[in-house]
């Protein structure tokens, strides 16, 4: 933080119950990266359901605004190039939703979502053509909690992510917790 212009990254999220299984959220993103300025903000919501003994399913729907920003008149380029003529920025606003659904049996879940549900474009397509736009991504999440100890639990996990235009991608993680309190994993 003490170089100048340093990337400078700041998030706020809460979320609150509103009714017995119902729950609301919101978060807040920012980032400041040189050029480049993004924002995000969102409204989150979920529902829980309980369907057996210590067993749950969960939905979740959220929608997000996001803002990007160039900052081209900050920028070590050709400002007289006819495709950057008469701009000092590149701009650009979009929505997204996102949507999760979750079954817990005491220490395992299953998670299916869309963390990017629509394909967006933006207006850096004009100059990019379409590299800054969003793309749909369809995430399958499963993990077991196991003791090991009194006080250490082994947490391993898979992700599958499949991003449209994109090649299958396998996260395989692992994490170590220590009296609920202290977590050391790899992914």
Do not use: C
Not at 156 to 177: A, C, E, M, W, Y
């Amino acid at each position: 933080s003490a170089i100048e212009g340093s990337p400078q990254t700041a998030r706020i999220n809460g979320n609150f119950r509103v009714y017995n299984n119902m729950y609301l959220g919101a978060d807040i993103y920012t980032d400041f990266a040189d050029i480049f300025y993004r924002l995000r903000a969102g409204l989150n919501y979920t529902y829980r359901l309980e369907i057996g003994n210590e067993q749950h399913l969960s939905f979740g729907l959220s929608g997000h605004f996001y803002q990007s920003v160039i900052r081209l008149d900050q920028a070590n380029v050709d400002l007289d190039d006819p495709v950057l003529r008469n701009l000092d920025r590149l701009f650009s606003s979009n929505y997204n939703a996102a949507f999760g659904l979750v079954y817990s049996n005491r220490d395992f879940y299953l998670a299916l979502g869309m963390p990017v549900m629509f394909r967006t474009k933006n207006a850096y397509e004009n100059v990019s053509s379409g590299n800054f736009a969003f793309e749909r991504a369809y995430d399958v999440y499963v993990t077991n909690s196991f003791s090991i100890h009194q006080n250490w639990q082994f947490q391993p996990g898979l992700l599958i992510r499949k991003t449209v235009n994109q090649p299958l991608i396998f996260d395989v993680s692992t994490l170590f917790v220590y009296n609920k309190h202290l977590w050391l994993g790899a992914l």
